[in-house]
């Protein structure tokens, strides 16, 4: 069984099982292979944008023989997929706002499927987004890698809350009671220190970031 570190099994196991998966952005492979190891789909579209990774996964497939069951694609987004063809889309490793743009780019694809979101930065901005843009969130995970920490989004087509806070899509109130929500909100604190911080100190004073992020960090400390 191909080993997978924490965030890729936390993403792994917000699957479920269907006909067709699609991992865009797959580089390695190493979700695709797992997927068919247990045979959770009977197809993977394995795609992504750059030669360099699709080959790293096109080896990797077929070392463990799955040629016939991984399929790869080279393209953009989900420009590679066909409407209602993956019953399931994972977008993972890839910064928050790189994710939006690649749904808002083909939005009747990504609103068709369940999508499995694991941004490594911009989750307030591709929350957001996706609540007010036709799509519900519908569960969320946090992992943590020793130091760093990581959020898992599932998302699908829906009525999703709308927060007139804005700090609710920094850190929404279905987080609290998770196992792994000190190390979330410990990251958060410094995040918005160092950019309050980093503003004062450039003599940003008056901008609409900084007053945004002292709002933020005081909602914060209610916490
Ligand atoms: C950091 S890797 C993450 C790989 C894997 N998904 C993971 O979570 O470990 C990001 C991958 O996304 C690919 N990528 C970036 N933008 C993309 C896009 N618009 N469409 C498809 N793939 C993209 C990159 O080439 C790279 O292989």
């Given at each position: 069984m191909i080993s997978l570190m924490p965030r890729l099994e936390a993403v792994y196991n917000k699957l479920s099982p269907c006909n067709t998966i699609a991992d865009i952005g797959c580089d390695h492979?190493?979700?695709?292979?797992?997927?068919?190891?247990?045979?959770?789909?009977n197809t993977v579209i394995a795609t992504d944008l750059n030669k360099g990774p699709l080959d790293i996964a096109m080896s990797n497939i077929?070392?463990?023989?799955?040629?016939?069951?991984?399929?790869t694609r080279l393209g953009s987004g989900l420009r590679t997929l066909d409407k209602g063809e993956a019953q399931e889309i994972i977008i993972a490793g890839m910064g928050g706002e790189v994710i939006a743009d690649i749904i808002d780019a083909d939005k009747d694809t990504a609103i068709a499927s369940t999508l499995i979101l694991q941004p490594?930065?911009?989750q307030y901005e591709i929350r957001k987004y996706l609540v007010n843009n036709g799509f519900k969130i519908t569960a969320e995970d946090i992992v943590t890698e020793g130091f760093k920490v990581y959020n898992i989004i599932v998302a699908g087509r829906g009525e999703g809350e709308k927060?007139?806070?804005?700090?609710?899509?920094?850190?929404p109130p279905y987080l609290?009671?998770?196992?792994?929500?000190?190390?979330l909100y410990d990251k958060?604190?410094?995040e918005f220190v160092k950019v309050v911080s980093g503003l004062e100190k450039s003599g940003d004073t008056g901008s609409e970031k900084l007053l945004k992020y002292k709002f933020f960090l005081e909602e914060l400390k209610k916490i």
């Open positions: 492979a190493y979700i695709p292979i797992r997927i068919i190891e247990n045979n959770l789909a077929k070392k463990h023989g799955f040629e016939d069951r991984i399929k490594m930065n911009s927060y007139e806070n804005d700090f609710y899509y920094q850190l609290y009671s998770h196992k792994n929500f000190k190390p958060k604190m410094r």
